[in-house]
């Protein structure tokens, strides 16, 4: 049994193979070294196998935690001790893994049975085990001894020196013997400082220094003019012995006159370039609090000092590299197009810094305003959130009217290559929306896919103060900046986590039960499942989804493993970057002047040059009787067409052109089938100089053989809406019945309605009085292609 692999212990346990079992030996060595403490104990079984030891341990008097990395031993364990209370069985491989799964509480004994020869690190893991223990609690190691064991099995056995080994670094190890097997039991983790040693003088010089990073109570950050023309930091090389704090604590004082206590000055990143070809190593220093008056204690070196306001140093002239990289890495993103550099960042308990403008306070509250006006937060909790939490602190590179525009602004945090959005911090009341409709209570955990700092802020002021938020997101670059807002001006309540957030959140961060709401921040083309399983029952997942290309916010209510849709708004998101990112199958259409759109993911047999040719023959023009006036909403019908017609499809133009009469640049709804197609458009039918006096009316074009019957068919889906789904007030259009099915879920088990199968699950839309009749065929006529107003919803 001298296996390596985690496949091999899996099939280990999997036939039925077990290990040496507890011996009486052992038994009574356990119960008389390491009672459990009178009111009860804590303990951790490493490795444990089938989970003989774990059993044993409560019966000691042991609440216990027991891992191993074999998820097959895990599934034998809870069923051969199925009836044992007290214990709970982890899936952990304890040298790999990360151990948040254990027990946040210190434990009073932990036990390595049988395993610590097949551990590699093994001062590592030891030393790591022992920081989990409380003063006085014991680590016990069982283990047989190479000298009594066959050669062959050496492998599972330590040696003599090896076991001397074992006790490095602890104050006292008792060695018992339990039937030849070494019973070794460690007691007081001390850490023996170490000794930094010389092998031979450097054959190059480095350098090394320190930068302090400091903000005036409005959040503006200290850089002086250089007689170098430049602007820098605070900041200078170490002397001797002292540490990068100290440094910048010096520095910052005999350049500027302000004063910091070591305790204030925080390294939060090692940065690693180099200057001229010699590498120089930076500390970047983050003082959270000063006393002083700024002056200019060194006039030979700089002109002046000054506070600059974060979003105007994208275009403050030159800056001293080291600086530039500095303020980067407190602020990413505010100093676009840097040179590359090496950046460390280190785990600091740095505390929030607080300090913003009288502007930044009163423009939030009027944010806040427009939004509670606009009757998105009418709960108590969530326009405090707005109230309070500092938007403009996730969104450093712009300046304050920007931050706080309570409008459709969205702040854009990152593009890709081609210049499109990728990352940003959605508007205010969209933000609001999604969160109010969580239906979230205090002390809730919450999940976030799509990270940024500002709405994981705000669902944890919502929920707080017990609660937790979990923000996950697949950009390094987006998470790293996250945690840099949330360690300047977060609450303490949200985690960021680097990973694709279509897989959910890392097991170990999800609660027990699930979830108590979800919040995705991109758009969506389809549902991920770990969304659904991570869901607490009765949890509320909030996502913009994209139903043929037309993006609603919507609301689900998790039942079982159905999600119910509660609530629709109309929105927009930047698109997944994921394993859920999609290429919408498009067909490009005369030399590239049009192209279709199959937004359901599936193109539909167009015949190519035959709807070209159809395309260059005559235009059909149907009327629908439908018409609207100035401001009215049609994004219900959009959406309608786009769950209810067969081959549905978008039509866009490129160029301004003649032969659709579609703008360019826009698209319409359409649907196609073999060489024919229809789209969707409006004309003005009255006209006037006040906006009450106009007046559209829907028609739809077609062209190809088939072409008439397409056009009616989508002429009867508006004339559908209108009767059943549209209503005189915008805000009064029927939303669909919408429930989401695991993917596979039969036919014959999903209700009635309209079926829109994604990859991972099944959408099915039940539309108000779907199921009656629909009018029949409507007039048409020819007519010679002529421009059309723009279809686009307001």
Same mark, same amino acid.
């Given at each position: 049994?001298?296996?390596?692999?985690?496949?091999?212990?899996?099939?280990?346990?999997?036939? %039925?193979?077990?290990?040496?079992? !507890? @011996? /009486? &030996?052992? #038994?009574?060595?356990? +119960?008389?070294?390491?009672?459990? *403490?009178? =009111?009860?104990?804590?303990?951790?079984?490493?490795?444990?196998?089938?989970?003989?030891?774990?059993?044993?341990?409560?019966?000691?008097?042991?609440?216990?935690?027991?891992?191993?990395?074999?998820?097959?031993?895990?599934?034998?364990?809870?069923?051969?001790?199925?009836?044992?209370?007290?214990?709970?069985?982890?899936?952990?491989?304890?040298?790999?893994?990360?151990?948040?799964?254990?027990?946040?509480?210190?434990?009073?004994?932990?036990?390595?049975?049988?395993?610590?020869?097949?551990?590699?690190?093994? %001062?590592?893991?030891?030393?790591? !085990? @022992? /920081? &989990?223990? #409380?003063?006085?609690? +014991?680590?016990?190691?069982?283990? *047989?001894? =190479?000298?009594?064991?066959?050669?062959?099995?050496?492998?599972?056995?330590?040696?003599?020196?090896?076991?001397?080994?074992?006790?490095?670094?602890?104050?006292?190890?008792?060695?018992?013997?339990?039937?030849?097997?070494?019973?070794?039991?460690?007691?007081?983790?001390?850490?023996?400082?170490?000794?930094?040693?010389?092998?031979?003088?450097?054959?190059?010089?480095?350098?090394?220094?320190?930068?302090?990073?400091?903000?005036?109570?409005?959040?503006?950050?200290?850089?002086?003019?250089?007689?170098?023309?430049?602007?820098?930091?605070?900041?200078?090389?170490? &002397?001797?012995?002292?540490?990068? +704090?100290?440094?910048?604590?010096?520095?910052? =004082?005999?350049?500027?006159?302000?004063?910091?206590?070591?305790?204030?000055?925080?390294?939060?990143?090692?940065?690693?370039?180099?200057?001229?070809?010699?590498?120089?190593?930076?500390?970047?220093?983050?003082?959270?609090?000063?006393?002083?008056?700024?002056?200019?204690?060194?006039?030979?070196?700089?002109?002046?000092?000054?506070?600059?306001?974060?979003?105007?140093?994208?275009?403050?002239?030159?800056?001293?590299?080291?600086?530039?990289?500095?303020?980067?890495?407190?602020?990413?993103?505010?100093?676009?197009?840097?040179?590359?550099?090496?950046?460390?960042?280190?785990?600091?308990?740095?505390?929030?810094?607080?300090?913003?403008?009288?502007? =930044?306070?009163?423009?939030?509250?009027?944010?806040?305003?427009?939004?509670?006006?606009?009757?998105?937060?009418?709960?108590?909790?969530?326009?405090?959130?707005?109230?309070?939490?500092?938007?403009?602190?996730?969104?450093?590179?712009?300046?304050?009217?920007?931050?706080?525009?309570?409008?459709?602004?969205?702040?854009?945090?990152?593009?890709?290559?081609?210049?499109?959005?990728?990352?940003?911090?959605?508007?205010?009341?969209?933000?609001?929306?999604?969160?109010?409709?969580?239906?979230?209570?205090?002390?809730?955990?919450?999940?976030?896919?799509?990270?940024?700092?500002?709405?994981?802020?705000?669902?944890?002021?919502?929920?707080?103060?017990?609660?937790?938020?979990?923000?996950?997101?697949?950009?390094?670059?987006?998470?790293?900046?996250?945690?840099?807002?949330?360690?300047?001006?977060?609450?303490?309540?949200?985690?960021?986590?680097?990973?694709?957030?279509?897989?959910?959140?890392?097991?170990?961060?999800?609660?027990?039960?699930?979830?108590?709401?979800?919040?995705?921040?991109?758009?969506?083309?389809?549902?991920?499942?770990?969304?659904?399983?991570?869901?607490?029952?009765?949890?509320?997942?909030?996502?913009?989804?994209?139903?043929?290309?037309?993006?609603?916010?919507?609301?689900?209510?998790?039942?079982?493993?159905?999600?119910?849709?509660?609530?629709?708004?109309?929105?927009?998101?930047?698109?997944?970057?994921?394993?859920?990112?999609?290429?919408?199958?498009?067909?490009?259409?005369?030399?590239?002047?049009?192209?279709?759109?199959?937004?359901?993911?599936?193109?539909?047999?167009?015949?190519?040059?035959?709807?070209?040719?159809?395309?260059?023959?005559?235009?059909?023009?149907?009327?629908?009787?439908?018409?609207?006036?100035?401001?009215?909403?049609?994004?219900?019908?959009?959406?309608?067409?786009?769950?209810?017609?067969?081959?549905?499809?978008?039509?866009?133009?490129?160029?301004?052109?003649?032969?659709?009469?579609?703008?360019?640049?826009?698209?319409?709804?359409?649907?196609?089938?073999?060489?024919?197609?229809?789209?969707?458009?409006?004309?003005?039918?009255?006209?006037?100089?006040?906006?009450?006096?106009?007046?559209?009316?829907?028609?739809?074009?077609?062209?190809?053989?088939?072409?008439?019957?397409?056009?009616?068919?989508?002429?009867?889906?508006?004339?559908?809406?209108?009767?059943?789904?549209?209503?005189?007030?915008?805000?009064?259009?029927?939303?669909?019945?919408?429930?989401?099915?695991?993917?596979?879920?039969?036919?014959?088990?999903?209700?009635?309605?309209?079926?829109?199968?994604?990859?991972?699950?099944?959408?099915?839309?039940?539309?108000?009085?779907?199921?009656?009749?629909?009018?029949?065929?409507?007039?048409?006529?020819?007519?010679?292609?002529?421009?059309?107003?723009?279809?686009?919803?307001?």
């Amino acid at each position: 049994m001298t296996y390596t692999a985690r496949d091999q212990w899996e099939k280990h346990y999997s036939d %039925g193979k077990n290990f040496r079992q !507890l @011996g /009486e &030996r052992e #038994r009574e060595l356990l +119960a008389e070294h390491t009672p459990a *403490p009178e =009111a009860g104990g804590r303990a951790l079984d490493v490795g444990c196998g089938t989970g003989e030891l774990a059993a044993y341990l409560t019966c000691l008097g042991y609440r216990v935690d027991a891992c191993d990395f074999a998820d097959s031993a895990i599934a034998r364990a809870r069923e051969e001790h199925a009836a044992i209370e007290g214990v709970r069985w982890l899936h952990l491989d304890i040298e790999r893994d990360d151990p948040a799964p254990l027990h946040e509480a210190e434990y009073d004994l932990i036990t390595l049975r049988l395993m610590y020869p097949f551990v590699q690190d093994r %001062g590592r893991v030891v030393h790591t !085990l @022992g /920081e &989990r223990l #409380r003063d006085g609690g +014991a680590l016990v190691i069982i283990t *047989p001894v =190479a000298e009594h064991t066959p050669e062959e099995r050496r492998g599972i056995a330590l040696a003599q020196d090896e076991i001397a080994l074992v006790g490095t670094g602890w104050e006292t190890v008792e060695r018992l013997d339990a039937d030849g097997l070494a019973f070794l039991v460690l007691r007081g983790p001390c850490h023996t400082d170490t000794r930094a040693a010389e092998k031979r003088p450097p054959t190059a010089h480095a350098l090394t220094g320190a930068l302090a990073v400091v903000t005036d109570d409005a959040g503006r950050v200290l850089l002086g003019r250089s007689r170098r023309g430049m602007l820098e930091l605070p900041g200078g090389k170490t &002397r001797g012995p002292e540490d990068f +704090a100290a440094a910048a604590v010096r520095e910052l =004082a005999e350049e500027t006159g302000l004063l910091a206590d070591p305790g204030d000055a925080h390294v939060v990143t090692i940065l690693v370039d180099d200057s001229h070809g010699i590498p120089r190593l930076t500390a970047v220093v983050r003082i959270s609090a000063w006393t002083g008056t700024l002056t200019n204690q060194e006039p030979e070196l700089f002109d002046r000092w000054e506070f600059f306001d974060l979003h105007a140093l994208a275009c403050v002239g030159p800056v001293f590299v080291p600086a530039a990289s500095a303020l980067d890495a407190v602020w990413p993103g505010v100093i676009p197009a840097l040179p590359p550099v090496v950046s460390y960042p280190l785990a600091v308990e740095q505390p929030p810094v607080p300090g913003e403008p009288a502007e =930044a306070f009163r423009l939030r509250q009027a944010m806040a305003q427009t939004v509670i006006d606009g009757g998105w937060a009418p709960s108590e909790a969530i326009q405090q959130a707005l109230r309070t939490v500092p938007r403009h602190r996730f969104a450093p590179e712009v300046n304050l009217a920007a931050a706080y525009d309570g409008g459709d602004r969205a702040v854009i945090t990152r593009r890709d290559e081609t210049g499109a959005a990728i990352s940003s911090v959605s508007a205010a009341w969209l933000q609001a929306d999604m969160i109010e409709h969580l239906r979230l209570k205090p002390g809730a955990i919450v999940f976030e896919a799509g990270s940024g700092g500002y709405n994981a802020e705000l669902i944890a002021h919502v929920t707080a103060p017990d609660s937790r938020v979990v923000t996950v997101d697949i950009d390094p670059w987006v998470v790293r900046r996250t945690r840099a807002f949330l360690t300047e001006a977060g609450s303490g309540r949200v985690t960021a986590v680097e990973a694709d957030a279509a897989l959910g959140a890392p097991a170990h961060l999800v609660p027990r039960g699930g979830f108590d709401g979800s919040m995705i921040t991109y758009n969506c083309w389809d549902i991920a499942p770990a969304w659904r399983d991570q869901l607490a029952e009765g949890g509320r997942l909030a996502l913009p989804l994209e139903i043929g290309g037309y993006t609603r916010a919507v609301t689900f209510e998790r039942r079982g493993q159905v999600l119910e849709a509660r609530h629709f708004t109309y929105c927009g998101f930047v698109r997944d970057q994921g394993q859920q990112a999609r290429t919408i199958p498009v067909t490009g259409l005369l030399d590239g002047e049009l192209t279709l759109r199959f937004e359901h993911g599936t193109a539909a047999e167009t015949a190519g040059l035959r709807l070209e040719e159809a395309l260059r023959g005559p235009r059909h023009e149907i009327t629908t009787g439908v018409t609207m006036g100035t401001g009215a909403y049609f994004g219900s019908l959009q959406l309608y067409a786009a769950t209810t017609l067969p081959d549905f499809c978008r039509l866009a133009a490129h160029r301004d052109t003649g032969v659709t009469a579609i703008a360019k640049d826009r698209d319409a709804p359409a649907v196609v089938a073999d060489a024919s197609l229809a789209y969707l458009t409006h004309v003005q039918t009255r006209h006037g100089e006040l906006p009450e006096d106009k007046e559209w009316e829907w028609v739809v074009h077609a062209f190809g053989e088939q072409g008439l019957q397409l056009a009616e068919q989508l002429a009867a889906t508006v004339r559908a809406w209108d009767r059943h789904v549209r209503a005189d007030d915008n805000d009064k259009h029927a939303d669909p019945l919408l429930t989401v099915h695991p993917a596979g879920t039969p036919d014959d088990l999903l209700p009635a309605g309209h079926v829109l199968d994604k990859e991972h699950c099944r959408l099915v839309f039940q539309w108000p009085d779907r199921d009656g009749h629909l009018p029949g065929p409507a007039r048409h006529h020819r007519v010679a292609p002529v421009p059309a107003p723009v279809l686009e919803e307001r």
